[in-house]
């Protein structure tokens, strides 16, 4: 199986497009999904795109917004300026806010900033903050800045809350596309793809019931297939087949030992 092979889904396809509305309208964008969605595989294949530079952070339970921050202005640093990696410095969050904008008003090509594991955002009160200082950054005209949030549920549903203090600050500079669960004709494509078995609609069925429509743990098991098939060395392989490579070898008959009395003869002989 191809690992670095990209396919566009459905899920893709969208994302696609409302990214490039984004970018155009000068909005953030949220990506919603459940974990195994794609979103980070999706999110990497950003950097095929020379016209931009696309700059991750991931976000953790220790982070702080100045934390945050620094991480945003080490990696534009990094992608822009060509910047070694620096250590945190211990600077307040308004200096590296600063920092940041300078880099950006320097850069000779639009960022694309994804910020992935963005939920902390909403678990920890204190990060709401970040969330601030980059609507604020994508609002600077000079930056050319398009902001990607990766979310699970948590920040969607924050931003999703006119009522919530961030809702209501947010959800109006922000464009949103769900990653829903993968379909049997997206597992189909992706087998059509990226294998060099063909799959049938049944196998592919079970495989998706199998995953719950992740696409994280989809690839590992389309891989399992492909080296079951390769052992037996056939190019096709429907549920049925399959079913019956994975059994396990039927052992051979014992044979039953006589139980019946010597005869009168073998008695004598004997």
């Given at each position: 199986m191809n690992a670095d092979l990209f396919i566009r889904t459905r899920n893709v396809i969208r994302a696609d497009a409302a990214l490039k509305r984004a970018a155009k309208r000068g909005r953030m964008l949220l990506v919603r999904g459940s974990a195994g969605a794609g979103k980070t595989q999706w999110s990497r294949s950003l950097r095929s795109d020379e016209s931009r530079v696309v700059v991750t952070v991931r976000l953790g339970a220790m982070m702080t917004p100045a934390l945050a921050l620094?991480?945003?202005?080490?990696?534009?640093?990094?992608?822009h300026l060509k910047r070694e990696r620096r250590p945190f410095d211990q600077r307040s969050g308004f200096l590296i806010y600063l920092d940041i904008k300078r880099v950006l008003e320097q850069a000779r090509r639009p960022t694309t900033l994804v910020i992935d594991e963005s939920d902390y955002c909403a678990w920890k009160r204190p990060?709401?903050?970040?969330?601030?200082?980059?609507?604020d950054l994508a609002d600077y005209s000079e930056a050319h800045l398009t902001i990607v949030w990766l979310s699970v549920a948590s920040l969607a549903q924050q931003l999703a809350a006119p009522t919530d203090?961030?809702?209501?600050?947010?959800?109006?500079?922000?464009?949103?596309?769900?990653?829903?669960?993968?379909?049997?004709?997206?597992?189909?494509?992706?087998?059509?793809?990226?294998?060099?078995v063909q799959l049938s609609r049944d196998l592919v069925a079970m495989l998706l019931k199998r995953t719950d429509g992740s696409l994280r743990a989809l690839v590992p098991q389309l891989e399992e297939i492909e080296s079951v098939a390769h052992a037996a060395r056939v190019i096709t392989l429907d549920l049925a087949a399959y079913e019956r490579l994975i059994a396990p070898p039927t052992p051979p008959p014992r044979e039953a030992k006589s139980t019946a009395l010597p005869s009168a003869a073998a008695r004598k002989v004997a």
């Amino acid at each position: 199986m191809n690992a670095d092979l990209f396919i566009r889904t459905r899920n893709v396809i969208r994302a696609d497009a409302a990214l490039k509305r984004a970018a155009k309208r000068g909005r953030m964008l949220l990506v919603r999904g459940s974990a195994g969605a794609g979103k980070t595989q999706w999110s990497r294949s950003l950097r095929s795109d020379e016209s931009r530079v696309v700059v991750t952070v991931r976000l953790g339970a220790m982070m702080t917004p100045a934390l945050a921050l620094f991480e945003v202005l080490s990696g534009l640093e990094q992608a822009h300026l060509k910047r070694e990696r620096r250590p945190f410095d211990q600077r307040s969050g308004f200096l590296i806010y600063l920092d940041i904008k300078r880099v950006l008003e320097q850069a000779r090509r639009p960022t694309t900033l994804v910020i992935d594991e963005s939920d902390y955002c909403a678990w920890k009160r204190p990060m709401q903050r970040f969330v601030y200082a980059l609507r604020d950054l994508a609002d600077y005209s000079e930056a050319h800045l398009t902001i990607v949030w990766l979310s699970v549920a948590s920040l969607a549903q924050q931003l999703a809350a006119p009522t919530d203090g961030l809702g209501a600050a947010v959800q109006s500079r922000t464009e949103t596309v769900e990653f829903g669960a993968i379909t049997i004709d997206d597992v189909m494509l992706l087998a059509r793809e990226s294998l060099d078995v063909q799959l049938s609609r049944d196998l592919v069925a079970m495989l998706l019931k199998r995953t719950d429509g992740s696409l994280r743990a989809l690839v590992p098991q389309l891989e399992e297939i492909e080296s079951v098939a390769h052992a037996a060395r056939v190019i096709t392989l429907d549920l049925a087949a399959y079913e019956r490579l994975i059994a396990p070898p039927t052992p051979p008959p014992r044979e039953a030992k006589s139980t019946a009395l010597p005869s009168a003869a073998a008695r004598k002989v004997a």
